[in-house]
Nanobody
Framework: QVQLVESGGGSVQAGGSLTLSCASSGSTYWSRCVGWFRQAPGEEREWVASIYSGDSSTYSADSVKGRFTISRDNAKNTVHLQMNSLKPEDTAMYYC???????????????????WGQGTQVTVSS
């Protein structure tokens, strides 16, 4: 069983930065792919970025490329999402997720992931 806990959300002004963290208690956390998704009110949950356990390859959505960076800290069983140059349209609930069976790639879907955290809110004001 994989349990995920996100932290680091908050409220910032446009242009600011936040770092989200996703900590896991499960031993299979590093098995395959860890992803970040976000969901704004009334919108579908969208993929933001992923990192692969095998070689730490990373993938990110075009909407965040150059602003968001996904990374992992193996010693702490944690994956981070560094978010810079935040925009009001980045406002959403952010979720981390783990896939034990699907290899990381671009444009991943929620169906690729079997384990989810509870989410952390990010609010960006203009």
């Amino acid at each position: 069983q994989v349990q995920l806990v996100e932290s680091g959300g908050g409220s910032v002004q446009a242009g600011g930065s936040l770092t989200l963290s996703c900590a896991s208690s499960g031993s299979t956390y590093w098995s395959r792919c860890v992803g970040w998704f976000r969901q704004a009110p009334g919108e579908e949950r969208e993929w933001v970025a992923s990192i692969y356990s095998g070689d730490s390859s990373t993938y990110s959505a075009d909407s965040v490329k150059g602003r968001f960076t996904i990374s992992r800290d193996n010693a702490k069983n944690t994956v981070h999402l560094q978010m810079n140059s935040l925009k009001p349209e980045d406002t959403a609930m952010y979720y981390c997720a783990v896939s034990l069976f699907v290899r990381c790639r671009s444009d991943m879907s929620t169906a690729d992931f079997g384990y989810w955290g509870q989410g952390t809110q990010v609010t960006v004001s203009s």
